[in-house]
Every structure is written in C-alpha cells, then in structure tokens.
C-alpha cells in the first residue's frame, strides 16, 4: 500500500505541473534529436572519411583499431565526448525536475548554472566508472526513461537469438542480465547524489550502495510498480482512443474523427511518454517518500519571450501533426517492402537452404527467397548457412574440408524434417524453374581460396543478372569486388550493427533490425540505395519496419509478413491505421526513449 500511495503521489506531482515538466523534458529531446544527435553524427562521419575507413561496424572494428590507430582516437574522444553528453543530459533533467518539484528558481539560466558548477567537479577519471555505469543502469532504466544518445548501445537480436540457443551460453546470459539488474538497484542513487549533493562519482556510488543495503526488493517492486503504472495508463489512453474511433468508422464523418482521435493519441503518447520519464527521475530523487511542497514559493524567471516561443512552437507543431494525420491516414504514406524468405524457408517448413524446403515456400510466392553459400574443398559452392555441418548433420566438419561430391551426400535435419544439401547450380536450377528470384549471401571464411570471388562471379554473375537474382555479403571485399568487376549485378552490404550512416557503393544495405532507423533508411534513400531488414519475424517489428520505410524484410516467417503487409496494402481501416501507428510509434519508443 505505501508503495501505490507512493506512486499516487508521483502522478500528482507530475500533473500539478505538468506543463513545466513537458517543456523540460520536450526541450532537452529536441535539443539532443535535432541538434546533438546530427552533430555527433556528422563529426564521426567526417572522422571515417579522414581516415578512409568506409563504414564502422562490429565486423570491422578490430581492423580499425589496428590499421587506422588516429582514427581510433578520434572515434575514442567521441566516445567520451558522448558520455559526457549523456551525464549532461541527466543533469539538466535531474536538476530542473528536482528545481519544479521544490518550486525552486527553475529558470533556464539558472539550472545551467547549477548543472555548469556539477560539471566543474567531475574529473576524467569519473568516466572510468561511469561509461560501465552507464550500459548497466541507462538500459533497464529505459523501461521508463531512456536516453537516446545511448539508443543504438545494444546487443543485436541475432547475437541474442544466437546464445539463447545454446543452453550454457543462455544461462550465462541470464546470470549478466541479473547481475546488472542488481547493480542497477544498488546504484540507482549515483546520478542524484553526484548531480544534486555535488559528489564525485564513486563517491555517490558508494552511498547509493549504503542506502539500498537490505532494501534491494522494496527499491525494485517500487520501481517495477511505477512502470506498470505508467505504461497501463499509456496504453488505455491508446487503445481507447483506437476503440472509439473504430465505432466513428461507421459514421459519415470516420475521416474527420480520425484526424482528430490520431491527434489526441500522438498528443497523449507524448505527454504520458513525458510523465513517465519524470516519474522515474522524481524515483531517483526520492525514492522513499515524495516530500510535498506549497507554490508560494515558486519563482519563474522565462521572459515573455519564451512562453510566445512556446505557445507558437505548440501551435505549428499541433498543424503540423494534423496535416500528417490527414495524409498518414488516407494512405499517402504507405510503403511495401519487398517479402523475402530467410534461408527459403517459412516458419519451419523444412531445413533450411534445401530443395524441398525451397519448393514449398516458393508456392507462397515471396518476391526473393534468400540462401547462404559456402566454397567447398574443390572450390565449388554449396547452399549451406553454418561453418560447420555438426548443428544441422551432426558432422564435425566445414564445407572447406569436403569435396562438392562428398557435402552432396549429407543429410542435414532441421524442424522435423531432412533433406540432402545441394550445389548452388541445383538450387538456381530449381528456383529458375519455378521463376523464384534468390539473393544469395557470399559467406566468407580465412580458408576460402584466393580464387573464391573470381569463381563465384565467373560461374554465377551473368545467371543472377539473367534472372534479375541479388547478392549480399558480410565481406566488405566481396562488396567492393563484385561492384567493379560486375558493375550490373545487384549488391546488398550486410551490416549487423552501425554507429553512423557508411559510404560505399553498394546497391542496399542488410541491416539487422535492432539499431535500424528511419535516419538510416533515410540516408540510404537519399544515396538511392535500397534497405532491406533482417531477420524480422514478428508482426509489431515488421510493422515498425514498414513505418520506417524499409524496401524489403528478410524473415523466417513468410506468411506472417505477408499477411501483415496484406493488411495495410487491402485499404486497412481509419481505426486499423491508428492502430498500425500506435504499435510503431511504441515500437521505436522502447529502442529511443522520451528524453
């Protein structure tokens, strides 16, 4: 009961001032999206192309550091620049939340003041523990409050799908996640402390670890509580609003309540986004017990100036929403990404990269089927994902070390079934046959001959042209290679995570979908080159993929993506729209929280 009294209490202080709260949290996230944001970006742009490094990803990253030392550097500093942004961020939003509650001087000149006397006492060494702090504590507090800056620090999914199928990896997985759930408990008090008591970092965080000694689970429920809170009240708002406008779709004015509903949705998600980042920095600041105050106290400092910047900011971004909803909702902006089959199956259809497995999902008529080859001992191709054949035929041995003749005999099992694998020509024989375009990702190995891409492209390019088929590659090489030799054939660059836009001359990029964006795709866009995701196998995450305007998604579950596309290609309605939004909108939210 105190804790749900607690909470009460949070929720009325947030919407006794609301107002100032929204202007607070609205104005920091403006200014870290539109300004600090593009500005990190350009500046690490500009660092990678000084240094003649193309693109910066997990794949290249070891090289970098080895090959381009002053590049490394440079990408070192912005590193520390971006913690310090962080711990700026927080600080600005810790003090003006702690300077509203208390009905303090909370004019803007004077919370700087106030976050510029923090700054002066931390010391270099600070970010030794803070940047550890930071991927332990921000993650799990970006339940309720997040920061994006820190939005693209995270494990891909296919590196989390990866361990979860490995039983001792998983639990060790598991074992880190409590870990630094404890650790985020313990030192939930660091930020307040060094933010608002002026303390050194390790000094917070050694009473922050005092405080919560023997209290862990009552800091822990109490947290756990505010965020259920909120987001149930996020999610009635939402859903209530798409309720009713589904009883407006029988009405003659469906289009006119639509714009407005839409409008109270989106108006609704960003100020109960806002009460929730508040809620959990009121946490912060007094976790125990919320300490009331009077408003005789309160003294504003904004100019008149800024309450008409306000108003007039307010009253062209409320146009601005309602023009889009007139036009999201009719459709205008609607996309529809390529449906492409991950490794040719559907949802378990068969084993993957074989014939039969090809064979039934071509019958749904995806508009690529992708498939994975390997070189063999004798320098032909096999159709094959792994390394090695012991996941799939129980064989402790890679493609590299058999012979085409002696990889056509094994039998590889998977979701119940079995089947022999096959060369790449009895795999584009098969698909020709039945007009099924491929994509077909090069896999690279350090036992690969010299020869290998000079094989692939002398054997296979003017076929996969012929039959408009694709390639894509994880080997920056391969990329680069197949583009000026074969300036024809249709090269996709994979990227498993990226820091900042790359500069190639690929044809598209296959990006993994964890860290993709709408900024992304953008840029791609602008660049005319095409983004297709992977691997996207539930229908919220393909929806935000269609939202964001990808060009195609890479799934092992063909129908379901489909499907989905189906229904918001078949003139979904207004309520159905709404919906598709609301799940999108929430999607990216959880990747990029409210600041």
């Keep these: 009961m105190r804790s749900l009294r607690y909470i009460a209490a949070v929720l009325r202080e947030f919407w006794a001032h609301w107002i100032s709260y929204l202007v607070l949290s609205g104005v920091v996230g403006i200014l870290i999206s539109l300004l600090i944001i593009p500005a990190l970006r350009w500046v690490t742009r500009a660092v990678l ?5 193309p693109y910066l990803t997990l794949t290249n990253a070891p090289s970098v550091i080895v090959n381009h030392p002053f590049t490394s550097i440079a990408l070192l500093a912005i590193g520390i620049l971006l913690l310090a942004l962080v711990y700026l961020q927080f600080a600005v ?31 270099w060494t600070s970010f030794v523990f803070f940047a550890p702090y930071c991927l332990i504590v921000v993650p799990l507090a970006g339940l309720v409050v997040g920061s994006s800056l820190l939005a693209k620090v995270r494990v891909p999914i296919f590196i989390t799908a990866w361990l979860l199928e490995r039983p001792p990896l998983a639990v060790a997985v598991a074992g880190i996640y409590l870990v630094m759930t404890y650790l985020a408990v313990r030192w939930l008090r660091v930020l307040p402390h ?57 009405q003659k004015y469906a289009y006119v309540a639509a714009i407005i509903t839409m409008a109270l949705m989106i108006i609704g998600k960003v100020v109960l986004g806002a009460m929730g980042s508040i809620a959990l920095l009121l946490f912060l600041i007094e976790p125990d017990q919320l300490s009331s105050t009077t408003k005789a106290t309160v003294k504003r400092h904004h100019g008149g100036w800024f309450y008409t910047g306000i108003s007039v900011t307010g009253v ?7 023009l889009f909803n007139a036009v999201y909702l009719k459709g205008a902006l609607d996309s529809q990404p390529l449906a492409i089959s991950h490794r040719g199956v559907d949802n378990g259809n068969g084993v993957q990269n074989t014939l039969p497995a090809m064979e039934r999902t071509a019958k749904e008529h995806p508009d690529y089927i992708e498939i994975d080859v390997h070189e063999t001992k004798d320098n032909q191709f096999i159709v094959l994902h792994d390394e090695n054949l012991k996941q799939l035929a129980g064989i402790n041995k890679t493609p590299k070390q058999l012979t085409l003749k002696q990889l056509q005999r094994v ?16 795999y584009m024989d098969a698909a020709e046959k039945r007009g099924q375009k491929l994509i077909v990702e090069i896999k690279t190995t350090k036992n690969d001959s010299r020869a ?54 690929a044809n598209a990029y296959t990006f993994e979908e964890t860290t ?61 729209r709404m919906q598709f939004f609301s799940n999108s909108l929430d999607n990216i939210s959880a990747q990029s929280e409210v600041d």
């Design 49 to 53: 192309v000084a240094g003649g490094v």
């Design 93 to 123: 939003l810790l003090t003006g939340v702690n300077n509203i509650h208390h009905h303090e001087n909370y004019g803007w000149r004077q919370i700087a003041r106030a976050v510029w006397s923090d700054l002066r006492h931390l010391r």
């Design 411 to 426: 039998v590889v099992h998977e979701n119940g079934h079995h089947a022999h694998l096959v060369s790449l020509n009895q």
């Design 316 to 322: 062209l971004a409320l146009a601005l929403l309602i």
């Design 452 to 505: 290998m891409l000079t094989n692939f492209i002398d054997r296979y390019a003017q076929r996969i042209i012929a039959h408009h088929d694709r390639v894509h590659s994880l080997n920056y090489g391969v990329i680069t290679g197949l583009r000026r030799r074969v300036p024809h054939l249709y090269a996709s660059f994979i990227l498993p995570y990226v820091l900042v836009f790359p500069k190639t001359d």
């Design 194 to 250: 060094a933010i608002l008591g002026e303390m050194h970092l390790r000094a917070a965080a050694r009473q922050s670890w005092r405080e919560t000694r023997g209290r862990w689970w009552f800091f822990f429920i109490r947290a756990t509580l505010l965020g259920i809170t909120v987001w149930l009240i996020a999610y009635a708002w939402s859903e209530g609003l798409i309720g009713l406008q589904n009883w407006f779709d029988d």
């Design 516 to 576: 993709l964006d709408d900024v992304f795709v953008d840029a791609a866009h602008d660049d005319h080159q095409a983004v297709w995701a992977w691997t996207v196998n539930d229908a919220d995450s393909m929806e935000q993929m269609m939202f964001i305007g990808v060009d195609g998604i890479i799934t092992d579950n063909l129908s379901l993506l489909q499907n989905t596309i189906r229904t918001h290609d078949d003139h979904p309605s207004y309520a159905e």
